[in-house]
């Protein structure tokens, strides 16, 4: 491999995380929450901590779906830091017991759970279950 073809393939590997990435997530705060809850949004509560693999690879996989299909990219996801939530009294009335796990809410009432599946089919049929509740 020649300097110029690394250098191009590094820095397009190096950019691709941006790209793959490209589509709306908002931090979960209890504010936020409150007025999510009150609305009639569909939102996609994402579970996740940073160190964890299988939230890095649900996220990526999330990204691609949105890539591949345009419409996903119009759902609403919350990203709730699992650290500083995941034993808070939302996680516990919402019985999140762990990580990695995506819930499609509307007017503070879940609609879809997925717990756990890092699986391309799974979080399209979830996302289109949310899709279909807006």
């Given at each position: 491999?020649?300097?110029?073809?690394?250098?191009?393939?590094?820095?397009?590997?190096?950019?691709l995380?941006?790209?793959?990435?490209?589509?709306?997530?908002?931090?979960?705060?209890?504010?936020?929450?409150?007025?999510?809850?009150?609305?009639?949004?569909?939102?996609?509560?994402?579970?996740?901590?940073?160190?964890?693999?299988?939230?890095?690879?649900?996220?990526?996989?999330?990204?691609?779906?949105?890539?591949?299909?345009?419409a996903?990219?119009?759902?609403?996801?919350?990203?709730v830091?699992?650290?500083t939530?995941?034993?808070?009294?939302?996680?516990?009335?919402?019985?999140?017991?762990?990580?990695?796990?995506?819930?499609?809410?509307?007017?503070?009432?879940?609609?879809?759970?997925?717990?756990?599946?890092?699986?391309a089919?799974?979080?399209?049929?979830?996302?289109?279950?949310?899709?279909?509740a807006?």
């Open positions: 491999m020649n300097r110029r073809a690394f250098l191009t393939t590094t820095s397009a590997a190096l950019a995380p941006h790209v793959a990435f490209a589509f709306q997530v908002r931090t979960f705060t209890p504010a936020l929450w409150d007025e999510v809850r009150s609305t009639d949004q569909v939102v996609i509560l994402n579970f996740r901590a940073n160190w964890s693999l299988t939230c890095q690879i649900k996220q990526e996989l999330i990204a691609t779906a949105i890539t591949e299909n345009p996903y990219g119009q759902l609403q996801f919350i990203n830091n699992w650290d939530y995941g034993r808070s009294r939302m996680a516990e009335r919402l019985k999140v017991e762990r990580r990695s796990t995506l819930l499609v809410m509307k007017n503070g009432s879940e609609i879809a759970r997925l717990v756990n599946e890092p699986h089919r799974k979080i399209q049929s979830l996302m289109d279950t949310a899709l279909d807006r």
